[in-house]
């Protein structure tokens, strides 16, 4: 059965549709680097297909707040003298030329824009002076399709700027929050800011991880009542999201425990009792993703068991059929043989004497194999066990 994995795989990606080919074409096409080995370091290179920059800008003090939803290149030197701390958020990553200008206006090293351009980075944190250069994976999740988007932050003193590849991220809250003058985020510094989009991020992975769970949960009842080929699939799917999650999370927790290992002056003694409770939720997702991993091996193992069962009661119908025949063929061998002398062939009843005694031993035989619990589950299978006795 182990062996006829890897036809089966290949019959279910050949009856997939092309969007679903088109889309893990283009998961594979993000993981290729596009600086050439050996090339100098510091080359801003993107994507051709990436959407360009949308900047949008907080500007805002424990008593004022100044959001700017569409923000130009040139308006961000002023908007940052203007006082106050400020969140800069760069949604599209297809023009180098402004991403060299928002590294020139903040001073942001080259090396890590490289990064910031480069999309596969694995979570981490890096220290150019006086900004903090902090990557991080945030999971998106479409239908049942799930993939995770770089989000690179900086920290520096009194900003924070955030660069995701695509439009769209979890960072609604956040915003939310900065909108209201009564909330802790707006009264601490620019770190308690990195801390909330990290949290934030972190905390996405959650209901990503409950349609995963329900995704198992109906996988499992689907391979107890009716096991198929077509479930095989669909379970390495799950896991294979499963592995997306996991090689995102891992280094995601060794990049927070850097953070609160790790003597920073960018990060206050406050924040950091704040950045372990992050770290306490990357934990519990490392948890739950090493939970439902365990969970998609044994969907695995029992689909496999569950074929294994059938394969066997068909070898032992088909067994049972041939056993049936081989007296029956013993009886007519017997008689197809070239004696001259057969004293049942000169007899009246010979002939059906000859099928009773056939007919008899198939029926005796049969009884013999259902005592046995060969042609189906046995009594003790079928009754249901008697109620505990009543207290």
Same mark, same amino acid.
């Given at each position: ?6 036809? =089966? ?20 096409? +993000?993981?290729? +680097? ?200 669909? =379970? ?89 025949? =081989? ?65």
């Amino acid at each position: 059965m182990c062996a006829r994995l890897p036809t =089966i795989l290949r019959q279910q990606r050949a009856r997939r549709s092309p969007i679903v080919n088109r889309r893990a074409q283009r998961a594979r096409k +993000r993981l290729r +680097r596009r600086s050439r080995p050996g090339s100098s370091p510091g080359q801003l290179l993107v994507d051709p297909q990436a959407p360009r920059p949308q900047l949008r800008a907080f500007r805002y003090t424990a008593d004022e707040i100044e959001e700017r939803a569409t923000l130009q290149i040139g308006d961000v030197p002023a908007l940052r003298k203007a006082g106050g701390r400020m969140w800069l958020d760069v949604a599209g990553l297809g023009d180098a030329a402004v991403i060299a200008a928002i590294g020139e206006i903040f001073g942001l090293h080259r090396l890590a824009l490289e990064d910031v351009l480069a999309g596969h980075q694995r979570p981490k944190v890096e220290s150019y002076g006086s900004v903090l250069f902090i990557v991080v994976r945030m999971p998106e999740m479409d239908g049942e399709r799930i993939d995770t988007d770089q989000l690179s932050l900086f920290l520096g003193e009194n900003f924070v700027i955030s660069f995701q590849s695509r439009i769209g991220d979890c960072f609604d809250p956040v915003r939310e929050r900065l909108r209201k003058s009564d909330g802790r985020l707006r009264a601490m510094g620019s770190d308690y800011l990195a801390y909330a989009l990290l949290d934030s991020t972190v905390d996405s992975y959650f209901p990503v991880l409950e349609n995963l769970g329900e995704r198992l949960d109906q996988l499992e009842d689907e391979v107890l009542s009716s096991p198929d080929n077509s479930l095989i699939a669909r =379970i390495h799917e799950v896991k294979r999201d499963l592995m997306l999650l996991r090689r995102a999370s891992w280094p995601q927790r060794e990049a927070l425990q850097s953070l609160l290992r790790d003597p920073t002056p960018l990060i206050a003694p406050e924040t950091r009792v704040y950045l372990n409770d992050c770290y306490d939720h990357t934990v519990q997702v490392m948890d739950l993703l090493e939970t439902y991993r365990e969970l998609g091996s044994s969907l695995l193992d029992v689909w496999l068991s569950s074929a294994s069962n059938r394969m066997n009661e068909v070898m032992k119908l088909l067994t049972v059929i041939s056993t049936i025949f =081989i007296p029956l063929t013993f009886i007519v061998g017997i008689y197809g043989m070239n004696f001259v002398y057969f004293p049942e062939l000169q007899w009246k009843w010979g002939y059906p004497l000859c099928l009773a005694l056939m007919a008899v031993l198939a029926g005796l035989m049969l009884r013999w194999f259902a005592m046995r619990g060969w042609l189906g589950r046995s009594k003790a299978h079928v009754e249901a066990p008697p109620p505990p006795p009543q207290s």
